[in-house]
C-alpha cells in the first residue's frame, strides 16, 4: 500500500501518517529490552518446530500402484554335520528394498525433486507410506523415473527405488 504524497503540514504531520501505515514504528519505540531475551528465546522455539515440519517429507502424489520387496540374501554355513539338509547363518546376508510405483504426474515439487535425484544419482531419505497403513523410512536411490503418455493433459509415470542402508518398519 502506497504512503500517499509527503504533506507540506512538516515532519510532524509526515511521521504520524508513517506510523499510521506502518505500526512496527511505534511498536518499536514502545518495546521494553528486558523483553529481548523472552522474544529470542520464543523466536528459536517456533523456528526448531516449525522449520523442520516444513523440510519433513514430501508427498509423490498420484500413486496408483506399488510394489515392495524386501530382499536377503542367505548365507550358507551347512557342513558334514548338517545331515544333508541346508544350514543358513542368521542375521548375515545382504538385506535390500525395493520399490516400484506408478501413477498419475501432477506436476507437484515433489516430483520435481524426484526428477532431480534421478538425474544426479543422489540418495535421498524417504519415507514409505502404503494403504495398508505400514510405513518404512530409509535412504533410497531413484533407478528409473519414466514418463509416458499425454491424454487430457495427463502423464504416466514410473518410479523405482533401491534401498542403502538399513530400512526401518515404522
Same mark, same amino acid.
Given at each position: ?7 507540506? =503540514? ?5 511521521a ?7 505500526? /512496527?514504528?511505534?511498536?518499536?519505540? $514502545?518495546?521494553?529490552?528486558?523483553? +529481548? =531475551? ?7 522455539? &517456533? ?6 515440519? #516444513? ?6 502424489? %498420484?500413486?496408483?500402484?506399488? $510394489?515392495?520387496?524386501?530382499? %536377503?540374501?542367505?548365507?550358507?554355513? &551347512? ?9 543358513? /547363518?542368521?542375521g548375515? %546376508?545382504? =538385506? ?6 506408478? !501413477?498419475?504426474?501432477? @506436476?507437484?515439487?515433489?516430483?520435481? $525433486? *524426484?526428477? !532431480? /535425484?534421478a538425474?544426479? @544419482? #543422489? +540418495? ?19 533407478? =528409473?523415473?519414466?514418463? #509416458? %503418455?499425454?491424454?487430457? !493433459? ?10 542403502? @542402508?538399513? *530400512?526401518?518398519? +515404522?
Amino acid at each position: 500500500m502506497p504512503l500517499g504524497p509527503i504533506s507540506r =503540514r512538516g515532519p510532524a504531520a509526515n511521521a504520524a501518517r508513517v506510523s499510521f501505515r506502518l505500526p /512496527l514504528f511505534d511498536w518499536l519505540s $514502545q518495546y521494553r529490552v528486558d523483553w +529481548l =531475551r523472552p522474544d529470542v528465546l520464543a523466536g528459536l522455539t &517456533t523456528a526448531a518446530v516449525v522449520i523442520p515440519k #516444513a523440510m519433513a517429507y514430501a508427498t509423490v502424489a %498420484g500413486l496408483k500402484t506399488t $510394489q515392495l520387496s524386501i530382499n %536377503g540374501d542367505a548365507v550358507a554355513i &551347512t557342513n558334514k554335520g548338517s545331515g544333508g539338509w541346508r544350514e543358513l /547363518l542368521s542375521g548375515a %546376508g545382504v =538385506r535390500s528394498v525395493s520399490v516400484a510405483a506408478s !501413477g498419475i504426474f501432477t @506436476g507437484s515439487a515433489a516430483e520435481a $525433486q *524426484v526428477k !532431480g /535425484l534421478a538425474l544426479t @544419482g #543422489a +540418495l535421498e531419505a524417504y519415507e514409505l507410506s502404503f494403504e495398508s497403513g505400514d510405513r518404512m523410512r530409509g535412504k533410497f536411490l531413484v533407478t =528409473r523415473l519414466e514418463y #509416458a %503418455g499425454d491424454f487430457n !493433459g495427463e502423464r504416466n509415470y514410473t518410479l523405482a527405488l533401491e534401498s542403502s @542402508g538399513e *530400512v526401518v518398519a +515404522l
